[in-house]
């Protein structure tokens, strides 16, 4: 995984809660082999007319932010379906971080599986982010992971708490899985008495039907 | 004295493999459930290399991508060369992997959510991982079940644990019964639009209350499936007797001996009459009416006998910004007396509303009537149309004119080619009434299985209270 550090980039505000991951990657494009290339399908239906046309009021359609590597989003942003083409789509698109006051929690398990960072803040904070970004002659903002910290577009600075965890995993591009087989033996202990306590839950047990 | 818990806390404690010094936990994952939208999940394991700890512990499934038309033809049965491709693939991951699969020319395929209750794969006290986010489903037979993407899936065939932060609890008490003709759909929609779409973020729900015990337990299973649609980690209910009277004799249930410990087990696992929740949120269920989605995310409810609400009425301005939006979307007008909305299509089926129950309480409102719409019914599991066709309750809706089908998610989700045309307004059973949801510029309005065969029979969305004459 590509270790994250620091952003400097092109951030778009998307003022709507509940964004959900069918708006983000429709459901028809699951089964395409992720070969094609994502990028395409990002906010597919949401940015485009049923004619294939840009609608020119999405954000991501605008000049100013077509080539946002960052995106200041609303409340429960990536909500609904657990699918995770919705990150590959973003990570095709080029986005590495965003930023909103809630996540769905599997979109979230999602990003940080891919290294996509998400930061929580105060929903009055990000509100005001995403009102400099449309103020702003140049809407960039600076991410800083190591530091903690996103350099406003009017220099100012936030600060913010990652989950530990995800810090360190993010930082160094760590795969999960070899981090947890790590914990092999504790999970061969745990299994042996586990099966031992709860003996009809045993592999065994459970395949001898159907 | 030990301290009071809540089940959450006793299927918790029972599944920690490791913990980590920020107070992560390795959760033990008893079952993963996979579909065919895994399929980056198997990609993941041979890209890495890995061996998968336990294939007896994980199950696949065929119902995304499955025809729900022409099962007799088998995979041939599948014109669109791609979509026959996902259920192909689940096919030769499955094998590849020793994985059990219930799939297509199988008796007893179906979707994830109906089939891993009904082949007793669910059950009390377990920790379930399932590649779809409706796993939420399995909480109501006492069960922690939640959603996971394909990288995650890939963790749990190679390690067979998750790390997660224990999470906040929710108490969802209810505290009266739902009055008669009153489904647990209704209850549900009625929950998500008092705390929102957000409203569990973080939290796992627990349904409890008079009005919980209630219900049978698939009435049970509607609840919990849709407690990712308040944005929920999980939703469960504590098991009682009429769960374990459930997975007694299912096919994977245990038996003799091992059912005895099993049960002795389960009935441990109740919350502590004294245990506290982080939030609680009590529902009079008595006063809940049939529900309509008239909005573009399941929040966006009301009874039925109201009006489409109107966005200048709404003090919020997020709020009303996202009123807007749905009811362009939706092309609405505030004001609207729900019950004038005409529509299109019908659909009964999915996760949600596709059980046996739901396919009387359909057939009850259907019987002696004739659709005036094009309508579905897709039971949720083969076993579930064999039990209805033996009930005669195919029949009843063949008189009434509605098609038929074989199990699958169908237009749910619209990705094995069941979707509406844009524009089309559809009364629908499932879950999900977000934008083009069941197919590109498609408007949903989701309901219970009661309300949806009125809707059929009359062409318009119709308090269902008016042709049974109860309430």
């Keep these: 995984m590509e270790p994250f550090k620091t952003i400097t980039a092109t951030a778009v505000p998307l003022d709507m809660a509940n964004v959900n991951t069918d708006q983000i990657f429709p459901a028809r494009f699951i089964r395409k082999p992720r070969a094609v290339g994502y990028a395409q399908f990002t906010f597919h239906d949401v940015r485009r007319r049923e004619d294939g046309s840009l609608r020119p009021e999405f954000p991501l359609n605008e000049d100013r932010y077509r080539d946002a590597r960052i995106i200041v989003g609303g409340a429960n942003f990536g909500c609904g379906s657990s699918r995770e083409g919705a990150v590959y789509t973003l990570i095709d698109s080029g986005v590495r971080a965003l930023i909103a006051p809630s996540f769905g929690d599997i979109f979230a398990a999602n990003c940080l599986k891919n290294g996509v960072l998400t930061v929580t803040l105060p929903d009055d904070i990000v509100a005001g982010l995403r009102e400099q970004l449309r103020g702003a002659d140049r809407p960039v903002l600076a991410v800083d992971l190591e530091a903690q910290a996103i350099v406003m577009p009017d220099g100012t600075t936030l600060d913010f708490s990652p989950d530990p965890f995800q810090k360190h995993c993010l930082l160094n591009g760590l795969n999960e899985i070899d981090l947890s087989l790590e914990f092999a033996a504790e999970m061969a202990a745990f299994e042996a008495s586990y099966r031992e306590r709860f003996p009809w839950l045993a592999p065994d047990a459970q395949r001898t039907r159907g | ?471």
Aim: proline share 5%.
């Design chain 2, 1 to 471: 004295m030990p301290r009071a818990r809540t089940i959450i806390d006793k299927i918790w404690d029972s599944h920690v493999v490791a913990r980590r010094d920020d107070g992560e936990c390795l959760l033990y994952i008893d079952r993963l459930l996979l579909q065919e939208n895994s399929f980056h999940g198997f990609d993941k394991i041979r890209r890495e290399d890995r061996t998968i700890r336990n294939p007896g512990q994980a199950f696949a499934f065929s119902d995304h991508y499955v025809p729900t038309v022409g099962r007799e033809q088998g995979l041939d049965g599948i014109a669109d060369p791609e979509i026959r491709n996902m259920v192909e693939l689940i096919e030769s991951d499955s094998r590849d992997n020793d994985i059990t699969l219930f799939g297509l020319g199988d008796i007893r395929q179906g979707i994830l959510h109906v089939v891993g209750p009904e082949q007793g794969i669910t059950q009390p006290g377990l920790v379930i991982a399932g590649a779809d986010s409706h796993t939420s489903t399995h909480g109501a037979l006492g069960t922690y079940a939640f959603g996971v993407g394909s990288s995650e899936v890939a963790h749990v065939l190679a390690v067979q644990g998750l790390w997660r932060a224990r999470p906040k609890t929710m108490r969802v008490l209810v505290e009266t019964p739902l009055s008669d003709g009153i489904s647990s759909k209704d209850l549900i929609l009625a929950i998500i639009g008092r705390i929102g779409a957000g409203g569990a973020v973080g939290h796992v729900i627990e349904y409890a209350g008079p009005g919980i015990a209630a219900l049978s337990v698939e009435q049970r299973m509607t609840v919990c499936n849709m407690s990712i649609e308040a944005g929920a980690r999980a939703g469960l209910i504590s098991p009682d007797d009429k769960v374990c009277e459930y997975v007694k004799g299912r096919p994977y249930a245990p038996s003799g001996e091992l059912w005895d410990k099993a049960l002795a087990y389960w009935r441990t696992l109740a919350s502590d009459a004294d245990a506290s929740y982080d939030r609680e949120v009590r529902i009079a269920a008595s006063e809940i009416p049939p529900m309509v989605t008239w909005g573009t995310n399941p929040e966006q409810v009301a009874a039925v006998t109201g009006t489409v609400p109107d966005p200048a009425a709404e003090s919020d301005p997020g709020r009303r910004t996202r009123m807007e939006r749905a009811l362009a979307y939706m092309a609405l007008e505030p004001g609207t007396e729900l019950r004038s909305i005409r529509l299109d299509r019908v659909f009964i089926g999915s996760c949600t509303n596709s059980r046996i129950e739901d396919l009387r309480i359909a057939a009850a409102v259907a019987k002696g009537r004739t659709a005036q719409v094009p309508t579905m019914v897709v039971p949720g599991s083969g076993l579930i149309r064999q039990q209805a066709e033996e009930e005669g309750l195919h029949e009843t809706f063949l008189a009434a004119g509605f098609e038929w089908r074989s199990p699958g998610c169908s237009m749910c989700v619209g990705i094995n080619g069941d979707m509406l045309n844009p524009g089309e307004r559809c009364a629908s059973t499932s879950n999900r009434n977000f934008e083009g949801r069941q197919g590109p510029g498609g408007r949903t309005h989701l309901m219970s299985p009661a309300m949806a065969a009125a809707a059929a029979v009359t062409g318009r969305i119709t308090d269902v209270r008016e042709l049974t004459g109860e309430g």
